[in-house]
């Protein structure tokens, strides 16, 4: 099976510019959660999302959303870029409910210049 | 924010040794979970040790969870240099769902000396 798929791998964007990241889920997982690894940093959740609706939201401005098609894949979408969404931005794919560990994706490098 | 801190920040130790992380935790929780992270790419779950648990073994791994002290440790047994990476520890709050996410720490940076 494969795993979390996620594109592009690195990106560089402009300030003000917008930018949207995909995720895949691996095959009969309908959870996809979204991180956002700063340098030197762990990953801040995102958002998370089960059964196309968003069930969870981290502390992050409405410049970020994220929505999850049918097919349980997702995009994240940034607008307005700032220099501080420099990062690695991971998808995890999971069954619901507690008790399952996450697997992520290699994520995709946002650089803001 | 952060939910918690491994300790220590960066460990160096020598192929064959055991190596043994630490991480703290503030808030209530359903289970917390170990990652490993190589060079700055996508992390891999290691091991899930529920609330209700004490200690989990998964090969050369042994974790233990003190929830009075919202604390738990991460042990790594005859270390090998491909044990070289960055090790995070994750808590899964008790809303249920995972629906606030995991909590990472800052992660403890590994190096094993061949």
């Known amino acids: 099976d494969a795993g979390v798929t996620q594109s592009p791998t690195h990106l560089i964007k402009t300030r003000g510019q917008h930018v949207t990241l995909r995720c895949s889920p691996i095959?009969?997982?309908?959870?996809v959660s979204w991180y956002q690894q700063v340098l030197g940093q762990g990953p801040q959740f995102i958002f998370q999302?089960?059964?196309?609706?968003?069930?969870g939201r981290g502390n992050f401005p409405d410049r970020f959303s994220a929505r999850q098609f049918p097919n349980y894949s997702s995009e994240l979408n940034v607008n307005a870029l700032l220099l501080g969404d420099s990062a690695l931005y991971l998808c995890a794919s999971g069954r619901r409910g507690p008790n399952y560990g996450y697997t992520f994706g290699s994520g995709t490098r946002l650089t803001v210049v | 924010s952060q939910q918690g801190e491994e300790d220590p920040q960066a460990l160096s130790i020598q192929e064959g040794e055991n190596a043994t992380m630490n991480c703290s935790y503030k808030t209530s929780i359903n289970n917390l979970q170990w990652y490993r992270q190589n060079s700055g790419r996508g992390l891999v779950h290691l091991i899930l040790i529920r609330s209700n648990e004490r200690e989990k073994h998964s090969g050369r791994l042994r974790v233990t969870l003190d929830t009075s002290k919202k604390s738990s440790s991460l042990l790594i047994t005859a270390s090998r240099a491909a044990d070289t990476a960055s090790y995070f520890c994750?808590?899964?709050?008790?809303?249920?769902?995972?629906?606030?996410?995991?909590?990472f720490g800052k992660g403890t940076h590994l190096i094993i000396q061949p």
């Open positions: 994750a808590t899964d709050g008790d809303s249920g769902g995972g629906a606030d996410g995991l909590t």
């Open positions: 095959s009969g997982h309908k959870s």
């Open positions: 999302y089960y059964e196309k609706e968003e069930r």
